[in-house]
């Protein structure tokens, strides 16, 4: 097979004209015989052993001819694609003319989408903010108040009214113009005041209720309310308090600290929590870094990116998609039918997310270009170490799933972005000052500090 020209007709589209030679296209027609002849009666011959030649004066000498071509068109486009210097991005839209087939060999021309010619600004120097990284003692105070509310109770209050944030257990029944509506009946369902769970208006009026208070609750229900047959309608519901229900949070002391960590004293617990946070502040802060220097990047990317790169780029983002929902056990199609959504709103969805990561790829590839960066098979190797480690299958599997081109490209577009990151102009952003603490009055209990929160 070989290329036998090759014409830029179009912004990112290319004409190659390509040939396979006899020989190859003589193999490929006697691998589809073989393939076949078991299928084919013949008389004069048991089913599937008649000659290939044969079958050619019966049905034809081109019987075999289409079927050959099929197994030679992707790798003869392949081939002509790389000894063009050009790369398909676009499987789908190929435009095919066979101009000669027989004996003597194919020949046909393609029209092909091609990855663009991109160029880039200055991609060394680049400038980027550091965060500050240093735990905080509300950063600190935060992560002990998570442990606070994971070692919490429910607590029933008797002594008072609801109030806001309290969880209230009730039962309601809702009417409109004195008839019930479905879906608007429940029996000791569980609320938290203030959450807006329920319609506006609704969580306000059962604060100042008293258990086994037995009231109203008018409200109106709103105009983009996903009911058409309730959209703005007033609405009664008839409700019943049976409990009030406070969550309370223990002490922070010694005892408390022995319960939830390995640590005796609140002391050495904040010492341990301060630097967890302070490592994961600095990740994060590298993250954001990098993030920066990769904007800056593309903000000098020149390149007219074809619709089918992008296109691509959201078929990758979806799938991946679909296979995290379905680790949590449902599908794309129902996460759709839950959420009234469309295959359009979803593409739609992820497109500024997919021209991000094309613009990104593509200014990377280009640093690597200018960069000559060559990875070494030590490190192709150790890349595929890495993926036998993490899906558990042997490395010729894995190769045969990912093409040694790919990872090739992966990892020199890792280096891209370290090269980029050395040479960058990172400052340490200025640490905002806390606020002035107010001085309050030590709580007495745990459960008072529960309802007075």
Do not use: W
């Amino acid at each position: 097979m070989s290329l036998k020209s090759s014409n830029k007709v179009d912004t990112n589209r290319y004409e190659l004209a390509i040939a396979i030679d006899a020989e190859t296209f003589a193999n490929a027609v006697m691998k589809v015989y073989r393939k076949n002849v078991k299928d084919i009666t013949v008389p004069g011959f048991r089913k599937g052993k008649a000659p290939k030649s044969i079958i050619e004066k019966m049905y034809g000498e081109n019987v075999f001819y289409e079927d050959a071509l099929n197994e030679l068109y992707g790798p003869a486009i392949d081939e002509a694609a790389e000894a063009a210097g050009v790369e398909i991005v676009d499987t789908k839209n190929i435009d095919f003319d066979l101009k000669t087939i027989g004996k003597e060999g194919v020949e046909f021309t393609v029209k092909v989408t091609v990855k663009p010619e991109v160029e880039i600004g200055e991609y060394k120097g680049l400038k980027a903010e550091k965060p500050a990284c240093e735990a905080t003692d509300a950063d600190i105070d935060a992560e002990i108040n998570m442990m606070r509310e994971r070692a919490s109770r429910m607590v029933t209050v008797e002594d008072r009214a609801a109030a806001m944030d309290d969880i209230v257990v009730f039962d309601f029944d809702g009417y409109v113009d004195g008839v019930a509506f479905e879906g608007g009946k429940a029996e000791s369902y569980s609320l938290k005041l203030g959450s807006g769970q329920f319609i506006p208006g609704f969580e306000e009026q059962i604060v100042g209720k008293n258990t086994n208070d037995e009231f109203d609750v008018n409200v109106t229900f709103p105009e983009d309310y996903h009911s058409e047959e309730l959209k703005g309608k007033p609405a009664v519901f008839k409700c019943k308090l049976h409990e009030i229900k406070v969550r309370e949070l223990p002490e922070v002391d010694d005892e408390f600290v022995k319960d939830v960590s390995e640590f005796d004293t609140v002391d050495a617990l904040k010492e341990d929590l301060k630097a967890k946070i302070t490592e994961r502040k600095e990740k994060q802060a590298d993250n954001d870094v990098e993030g920066q220097l990769i904007d800056a990047l593309i903000e000098g990317l020149k390149a007219e990116i074809p619709e089918a790169m992008i296109e691509n780029r959201i078929d990758d983002n979806i799938r991946d998609f679909d296979y995290n929902l379905q680790m949590q056990g449902l599908n794309l199609q129902q996460y759709m039918q839950y959420m009234g959504a469309d295959m359009a709103s979803i593409r739609e969805n992820y497109k500024a997310q997919a021209e991000k990561q094309v613009k990104v790829r593509l200014a990377l590839e280009k640093v690597a270009e200018l960069e000559n960066i060559q990875p070494t098979t030590e490190e192709l190797d150790a890349e595929y170490a890495k993926f036998v480690d993490a899906y558990k299958l042997d490395v010729a599997q894995i190769k045969a799933a990912i093409p040694e081109k790919e990872v090739m490209k992966d990892l020199a577009v890792q280096k891209a972005v370290e090269i980029i990151k050395e040479s960058a102009v990172v400052t340490a952003a200025k640490a905002k000052k806390a606020p002035a603490k107010k001085t309050a009055a030590k709580k007495t209990t745990a459960k008072k500090e529960a309802v007075e929160e």
